[in-house]
């Protein structure tokens, strides 16, 4: 499967944007899928995941409450839906599928290009 994010742009704190993962390629229901993000100097990081149907979701603490994960399964498309942004949550941010759930980025096969987030102040 072939993933490709979007959506990402420059906000003000407090602003909300959605960032888009759409996938081509082997069935998209098949998978679960992550998003994780990396701030310049720091490790990636997990973000969320949804499971293959959408109906059970997994969010970092750091943004529970802020972010809110979705899929539509007919249009291959999972998003993610940031809303009282802060600065911290500057960051390039990638989506990945996996056979499953996992927060690893290890347990994740396939991953699309990042989509830069910045947040100012």
């Known amino acids: 499967v072939q993933l490709q994010a979007s959506g990402g742009g420059l906000v003000q704190a407090g602003g909300s944007l959605r960032l888009s993962c759409a996938a081509s390629?082997?069935?998209?229901?098949?998978?679960?899928v992550g998003w994780f993000r990396q701030a310049p100097g720091k490790e990636r990081e997990f973000i969320a995941a949804?499971?293959?149907?959408?109906?059970?979701?997994y969010y970092t603490d750091s943004v529970k409450g802020r972010f809110t994960i979705s899929r539509d399964n007919a249009k291959n498309t999972v998003y993610l839906q940031m809303a009282s942004l802060k600065p911290e949550d500057t960051a390039d941010y990638y989506c990945?599928?996996?056979?499953?759930?996992?927060?690893?980025?290890?347990?994740?096969?396939?991953w699309g290009q990042g989509t830069l987030v910045t947040v100012s102040s």
């Open positions: 390629g082997r069935a998209f229901s098949t998978y679960a």
């Open positions: 990945a599928a996996a056979n499953s759930y996992s927060h690893s980025e290890y347990d994740y096969d396939y």
């Open positions: 949804t499971s293959r149907s959408g109906y059970t979701t």
